[in-house]
């Protein structure tokens, strides 16, 4: 089967395997004439990488390359990207990459006509309107992970390098205009990167189809995604080749992604102050995290659980799913305990009241108190 569609939700995507040819059309579609591509340091001498810089040359969009962007990218990253922008006289982002890249490239794009700090614009209450929205240059997005949903996310995550707090930045016109979801792009993740950000799409639709605000929409689309992970992480992660799964992985981020403004949990309001303070992988630290959460969570979402153990084709109910995720981990190499990933107990304080302040806890279905992040911690890591 080949899958190759156009959609125009939530933003204009253009799915399909090669469609990275599209990318200068793309490009024009969005208005940008001068791009600057932002990825992340790891991406910046890959072969596609440079193939998509080799598309914007051909087509006479020029060849420019932000990519001083660490993995969970803070304001220093954003503030170099605003300025080669500003230099290179640009007029719109091309954001490539997993979530760092992407987040980056949006906020690069969001904050090169803004005059006020990019803290001010926090995703808390009103504060987007604080921004001069004409002044926010398009991006365009092209995930070459399979995770984090960001490519049609109207937020960018960054990281406090002071503070070691990540904070989300939120304005609705981040919403990349274009998407171009190419699963090639996705072969040559290392294993472990297809794991974690593989999880992490699983943790969005979870998260999403658990936490118990009004959003029939997100939830229908959480409970099919979680069923694209069950059915297709196996089999990437069995032939790293297989273009069909991957595009299926690939539905399923962007899935979690449209899913979670339902809101997400505890299995992020945990693993965001981990991935501050001890840089470790955003998925693979919810990996870790995610059956401590679901007994946490048990008595209000054991109903709802069973009912897409029965859709995702578990037996067994809330236990069925439980173990099925516990086997996930296991079969995928996803480590027991937080310690494996560099994770040690003495900074558990800050953690937990990092951890109830994180905007995701508000989505919990358990509230999450002091007490409990704290003993979650304490079992996790
Ligand atoms: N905006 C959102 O809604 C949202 C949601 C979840 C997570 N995030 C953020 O996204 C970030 C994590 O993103 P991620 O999990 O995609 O990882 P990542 O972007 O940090 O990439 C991980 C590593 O994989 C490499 N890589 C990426 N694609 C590759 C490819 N195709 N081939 C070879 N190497 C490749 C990168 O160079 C990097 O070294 C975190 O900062 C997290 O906070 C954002
Ligand atoms: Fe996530």
């Given at each position: 089967m080949s899958l190759t569609a156009n959609w125009s939700y939530p933003t204009a995507i253009r799915f399909g395997a090669g469609r990275i040819s599209e990318l200068a059309?793309?490009?024009?579609?969005a208005g940008i004439t001068r791009p600057l591509l932002v990825t992340d340091k790891g991406l910046a001498n890959l072969p596609i990488t440079q193939n998509a810089l080799d598309l914007l040359e051909r087509a006479g969009l020029g060849r420019a390359l932000f990519a001083d962007v660490d993995p969970n990218p803070n304001e220093i990253n954003l503030a170099a990207g605003v300025a080669a922008f500003r230099a290179g006289g640009h007029d719109g982002v091309v954001a490539f990459g997993g979530g760092s890249g992407l987040d980056l490239g949006k906020l690069v794009a969001f904050m090169a006509g803004q005059t006020r700090p990019v803290w001010d614009f926090e995703d808390i209450g009103d504060w987007w309107t604080r921004a001069d929205a004409d002044a926010i240059a398009p991006n365009i997005a092209v995930p070459t992970t399979a995770g984090t949903g960001s490519e049609v996310g109207r937020a960018g995550v960054l990281t406090n390098s002071e503070t070691h707090v990540?904070?989300?930045?939120?304005?609705p016109k981040v919403l990349p205009s274009v998407v171009i979801c190419d699963p090639e792009l996705t072969v040559g993740m290392p294993k472990m990167i297809t794991v974690g950000t593989g999880m992490d799409a699983f943790a969005h639709c979870l998260e999403a189809f658990s936490s118990p605000h009004y959003h029939p929409m997100s939830q229908g689309i959480a409970l099919e995604?979680?069923?694209l992970v069950k059915e297709n992480l196996p089999k990437v992660l069995a032939n790293a080749d297989d273009i069909e799964a991957r595009g299926h992985m690939m539905s399923a981020a962007?899935?979690?992604?449209?899913?979670f403004q339902k809101g997400l949990g505890a299995v992020h309001a945990l693993s965001h102050p981990i991935g501050a303070v001890y840089n470790t992988h955003h998925g693979m630290t919810n990996a870790v995290v995610i059956p401590p959460v679901l007994r946490f969570n048990r008595a209000a979402i054991e109903d709802r659980i069973a009912s897409a153990a029965a859709y995702l084709g578990i037996s067994g109910g809330f236990d069925g799913f439980y173990d099925h995720v516990l086997s996930m981990r296991s079969d995928f190499g996803v480590p027991d305990k937080l310690r494996d990933l560099g994770v040690d107990d003495t900074r558990i304080d800050e953690l937990a009241a990092n951890a109830i302040e994180d905007p995701s806890a508000g989505g919990n279905p358990v509230e999450l108190t002091l007490a409990a992040a704290r003993a979650l911690f304490e079992e996790c890591i």
């Open positions: 059309e793309a490009c024009k579609a990540k904070k989300i930045i939120f304005h995604g979680m069923r962007a899935m979690g992604a449209t899913a």
